[in-house]
């Protein structure tokens, strides 16, 4: 009984996985949607959108709508737009945090009861608007040839006015990703 449980015991511990940490920027990428597609799209969307915003004359701020993933597979869209929000914001574009005016109107309202110190309060009217929001729809169309599966993804991105409803800017990103499907049968 012994040597069957220690038999058990090494079975077990020989096939726990290891993790290790590669660079991202290095991922070939895989049959899903992950570090390649992601660095990728937000490489290419920071420095189109920053060539276009660089030149405008006037105060910039950005809001960020969905982006909508309308495709087969799973894709954290909130992971693009946050990459994307960040290597921006590091440029000096600045963005609109709309999920904290709740929270921020809810200041203004204590800093006006007379409660807070009227020299730390915040006062009504300092919350801004953005004047463009960042919004987007990732797809794909799935073809199967033979044993391959061909998926064509396609990432746009587009900058709309919010006071003119203008898209001011739009880019995208493709991937054609071919991968071979195991067929089992008896």
Request: net charge positive.
């Amino acid at each position: 009984m012994k040597k069957i449980l220690f038999v058990m015991t090494v079975v077990f511990f020989g096939n726990c996985a290891s993790t290790q940490y590669t660079d991202s920027k290095k991922d070939t990428g895989s049959r899903q949607w992950g570090a390649k597609e992601i660095n990728e799209t937000v490489d290419t969307m920071v420095a189109s959108l920053y060539g276009n915003l660089k030149n405008k004359n006037q105060d910039i701020l950005i809001g960020v709508n969905k982006i909508r993933n309308r495709t087969s597979e799973h894709i954290d869209t909130t992971m693009i737009a946050n990459e994307i929000s960040t290597k921006l914001i590091k440029r000096g574009i600045p963005f609109i945090d709309k999920s904290q005016r709740a929270e921020s109107v809810k200041e203004i309202e204590f800093g006006q009861t007379g409660l807070a110190d009227s020299e730390g309060a915040i006062s009504a009217g300092k919350l801004r608007s953005p004047n463009y929001e960042l919004s987007g729809d990732i797809t794909d169309n799935v073809v199967y040839d033979g044993n391959n599966k061909k998926q064509f993804i396609i990432v746009t991105l587009k900058l709309v006015d919010v006071a003119t409803t203008a898209v001011v800017w739009q880019d995208r990103q493709e991937f054609m990703k071919v991968s071979k499907e195991e067929k089992y049968g008896w």
